[in-house]
């Protein structure tokens, strides 16, 4: 159907009226379609278009502009088809209400209205909108789909936006808009978002189609609309936020505690001069009464709306699941086995856990259909019974745990590569105040050292050769020692893991020490163990290793983990959405590695790493963890260390070298995690760089790119506030600045994260081989006879005294197999095109070089686990090092990298 212009007619703003007053209802024909508007535009400043660039450079191929209508064209026919995700799947929408029905059979369902890019060449303003109702037209599977029709006149010029009224009463998930009929072919909108009911807020939705513009480029008709859109996002900082808010604003940790409840359960706050931290998402809840800097707790954590997808998307299925794990299950595991101390009484109860299983009160199986990998039921029994799979290590070799080789080994292709770093400087010697922690050197000596390399080289040599490596836990865990010995059930030392590169590239553990401070009447304590040719000898060793196993495990779970990747990315996100319009190209590169991030850390506040939560119940630093965390953030954390390479060359792992692969030569070659890590670190520059050069080919435009500035002074100034005098902070002025920032936030979210977190229920899964808490002194701190005697007796009583309690123990196993696990509909790394840039070919060609680039990998990785001469990935019953292989089944894999930190 044609119309001409005298058909519509088309409102212009009057710049003093306010956004909810312009919404009125729009004139609708008697075929159900409304052809004219009020325009949109709120705003009580007046604007000036006047003198304003008319004309914009888009920078963009031939396929980006479509949908002109130019004025030389006829009138178009439009349809617009609106997907939603369908009720069935979205349970208790609006559509399923009985208004919300009347409102779908009269066919007010959804209002929409089209925007121009182009502002009137004769006044300079934004021309009107065209209004249409879409019509529910059918109901698919997982999707209701909508439709309207426009006429859009002939000198309309390029459709830019959309707006969105949702008329049912309860919110609805748009997935995408699909304009046809144009005359520059069909306009594709993906909006992936929930749109509020206009009885619960009369802001109308703005939607921008796929193009991405640079905020100069933007077409002057929607300049004002991407403003505003930042600005309804950014919000006022003020009152609580509801569940349907889309507020992006930030805010300390000061939610952790809950004094209100008891004494014991009040926390500092964490964020701030005292203890400084990244910020988490501001959910404005009323302070507690207790204690008024501290924000009063509630069952649900507010998130932004579309931060929350778990009724949308199976993605989140191992959000759920976590959640039924944390709140159903875990509960019931503590009525099952009541004493929070019990240990295990043999090795072979531990065996159980995957045999026998732990039984479950009576549930009418209701954990067996909402866990069934961790829950099973059993024929002859009623209920269910909390049953574990064999981690894939203990799977392949019983005893690797027991064995120094595997403890080394794991240090450079475990849970945590992170940590082990060169010895640069002897004698080792700690940096803290020896007034209060005690006399500052170490007790490995070069003697010691040289008895234990057997006289192969000297200390000297050793050194100079780079053969010497440490895992140091003294400094950071010291200051805690003491508070942390005064709780119930726990405790801890600073410990220094002094470790020897052997001539096969192998590492061998040489010594332990173990360090507690002054306390009381009581001097210093510290010992070196080594792994000894006596049974005495052997068994301390033995229970040494265990107390570095807990130190490596808590810092791998407060810091390399939950801080670096979940926790320091949150500010990026809250940033992006502050500045940067969901039209800036980099908002489009960023987003899938920032998605379902702000969801899953709202969790980890709610119930891992809130006073009382399992991160304190079961590891060694108990209600000081997230202090710990502080202050690792607070003496270690710098962003541009957070860079693969940077971060390897701190640690002595690597040094420059622009005549080796990647510029890097390592100092230990077979390093798996460095190896792989470096070939995916140059697949995400690559494509970086390819989209980056792409959108800023003029360098200058970094600079006066004001959206992607302000991102990034938010993110050093707010985000990271009690870091933003740090001098460290990469400059953003010139592409190759852009690219290595970004290049860095999406190998945290990608490749970092990925490393750290899918082997958790591989390598943590049989607790001896990684106890999250050492319970118990060594023997020979301060020992009583019978004490000693005991351990003499029977050392594997003292070892099961020192591991996890059962509950401890259990409780981790269960949350470890969640959060190593991929969901049926994982993201990858590389894998899914988003919608904005397939439009855009060469954006698709830079992407499909990346998907092949991280195909590749896969087989370079399937290459080197099979390469035997590489003896710290493969060899007689070793886990094959595959977390940095991009693609991944469903399940617990201990492979594939995920686009976002969603576990
Ligand atoms: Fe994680």
């Known amino acids: 159907m044609m119309m001409n212009a005298s058909h519509y007619q088309l409102h212009r703003l009057n710049p003093t009226q306010s956004s909810s007053s312009l919404l009125h209802k729009p004139f609708i024909l008697s075929h159900g379609r409304s052809i004219s508007s009020p325009a949109y535009l709120p705003s009580r400043t007046t604007l000036n278009f006047h003198g304003k660039k008319k004309c914009f450079c888009i920078r963009a191929s031939a396929t980006d502009v479509r949908g002109v209508e130019t004025s030389k064209e006829n009138a178009a026919s439009v349809k617009a088809v609106v997907r939603a995700a369908a009720a069935g799947l979205l349970s208790d929408l609006g559509i399923t209400k009985p208004l919300d029905v009347y409102a779908d059979l009269v066919g007010k369902t959804l209002l929409l209205e089209l925007v121009s890019a182009e502002v009137d060449s004769g006044t300079g303003l934004e021309k009107g909108t065209i209004k249409g109702y879409a019509h529910k037209v059918r109901h698919e599977k997982e999707e209701v789909v909508y439709e309207s029709e426009f006429i859009v006149p002939a000198g309309f010029g390029e459709i830019g936006a959309i707006l969105v009224e949702n008329e049912h009463h309860k919110e609805m998930f748009i997935n995408n808009i699909v304009l046809d009929g144009l005359h520059n072919g069909p306009i594709h909108i993906n ?117 929350a997808f778990e009724e949308v998307k199976q993605m989140t299925f191992s959000t759920k699941t976590l959640k039924s794990v944390l709140h159903a299950l875990l509960p019931q595991v503590e009525i099952m086995l009541l004493d929070p101390h019990l240990g295990f009484p043999y090795f072979t109860a531990i065996d159980s856990l995957f045999q026998e299983g732990v039984p479950l009160p009576k549930s009418k199986n209701f954990f067996q259909s909402i866990i069934p990998r961790l829950v099973k039921t059993i024929a ?15 799977d392949r070799d019983k005893f690797a745990w027991f064995r120094d080789e595997e403890f080394s080994r794991q240090a450079l292709a475990g849970l945590n590569p992170y940590s082990l770093q060169l010895v640069t400087e002897w004698p080792l010697k700690s940096e803290l105040d020896p007034e209060i922690y005690g006399p500052p050197e170490s007790l490995i000596t070069a003697e010691l050292i040289e ?28 200051p805690y020692v003491n508070k942390v010995r005064e709780i119930e059930g726990t405790t801890l030392y600073g410990s220094r893991t002094l470790f020897f590169l052997t001539m096969e590239g192998t590492l061998r553990p040489l010594a332990i020490e173990l360090t507690r401070p002054p306390v009381g009447d009581k001097p210093q304590w510290k010992q070196v163990f080594t792994p000894g040719w006596d049974a005495t000898s052997c068994w301390l060793w033995r229970l040494a290793k265990t107390h570095v196993c807990a130190h490596d495990s808590g810092y791998h779970q407060l810091v390399v983990h939950w801080l670096r990747t979940h926790c320091c990315t949150e500010p990026y996100i809250i940033a992006a959405n502050r500045q940067l319009s969901a039209m800036h190209p980099i908002y489009r590169l960023l987003h899938p590695h920032l998605r379902y991030t702000m969801e899953i850390n709202a969790l980890a506040r709610e119930s891992l790493i809130n006073a009382g939560g399992i991160i304190e119940s079961c590891f060694s630093p108990g209600k000081y963890a997230i202090e710990l965390s502080s202050a690792a953030y607070d003496q270690l ?21 622009p005549t080796a692969e990647h510029g890097l030569k390592l100092t230990i070659e077979d390093y798996p995690f460095a190896n792989d890590g470096l070939v995916l670190w140059d697949a995400i520059k690559q494509w970086v760089r390819d989209y980056v050069n792409h959108y800023y080919p003029d360098p200058s435009l970094v600079e006066s790119d004001k959206e992607l500035q302000g991102w990034w002074t938010e993110v050093r100034t707010k985000g990271h506030a ?6 460290w902070w990469p400059v953003m002025k010139t592409p190759e600045d852009l690219i290595h920032v970004l290049t860095t936030i999406i190998w945290v979210t990608a490749g970092h994260h990925a490393a750290v977190n899918f082997g958790q229920y591989v390598y943590a899964g049989y607790f001896p081989n990684r106890p999250t808490i050492a319970r118990t002194n060594m023997p020979t701190e301060d020992p009583s006879d019978e004490e000693f005697k005991n ?18 123990a259990t409780k981790i196993m269960a ?37 092949g680039r991280l195909k590749e990998l896969e087989g370079i990785i399937d290459g080197r686990n099979t390469n035997l001469n590489l003896k710290n990935r493969t060899g007689a019953g070793v886990v094959p090092y595959e977390l940095l292989k991009p693609f991944s089944k469903p399940g617990v894999t201990g492979m594939g990298v995920p686009n976002s930190i969603s576990i």
């Open 191 to 307: 909006c992936s978002s929930w749109v509020h009911s206009k009885f619960d807020n009369p802001k109308k939705r703005i939607f921008f189609t796929n193009k991405s513009y640079l905020p100069d480029e933007t077409p002057s008709g929607l300049t004002k609309l991407r403003e505003m859109e930042l600005e309804n996002l950014r919000g006022n900082g003020k009152g609580e936020r509801k569940t349907s808010d889309r507020i992006y604003d930030y805010d300390t940790y000061n939610d952790l505690g809950d004094p209100d409840d008891s004494e014991d359960l009040a926390r500092p706050i964490i964020g701030g001069k005292d203890h400084p931290y990244p910020r988490r998402c501001r959910t404005g809840r009323p302070s507690s009464k207790k204690d008024p800097l501290s924000e009063k707790r509630t069952s649900s954590v507010y998130v932004p709306r579309d931060e």
């Open 380 to 394: 002859e029994r009623e209920g269910d019974i909390l049953l574990f799979e064999t981690p894939a290590m203990i």
């Open 451 to 478: 008895k234990e390399i057997k006289g192969v080289m000297t200390i000297d040599e050793a050194l100079k050769q780079k053969k010497l490596f440490i895992l140091d836990y003294h400094d950071l865990l010291l």
């Open 637 to 657: 954390w710098r962003f541009d260390m957070e860079a693969l390479p940077a971060d390897l060359i701190r640690r002595g792992m690597a040094v420059e070298d």
């Open 722 to 727: 009690d870091k933003k005098d740090e001098p």
């Open 791 to 808: 351990f003499l007796h029977k050392p594997e009583i003292a070892l099961l005294k020192c591991f996890p309690s059962q509950i401890q």
């Open 815 to 851: 949350v470890l197999d969640v959060l190593s696990s991929h969901s049926p509909d994982e993201e990858y790394l590389g894998d899914q095109m988003e919608p904005s840039w397939t439009e855009n070919p060469i954006i698709k060609a830079a992407f499909e070089r990346f998907n």
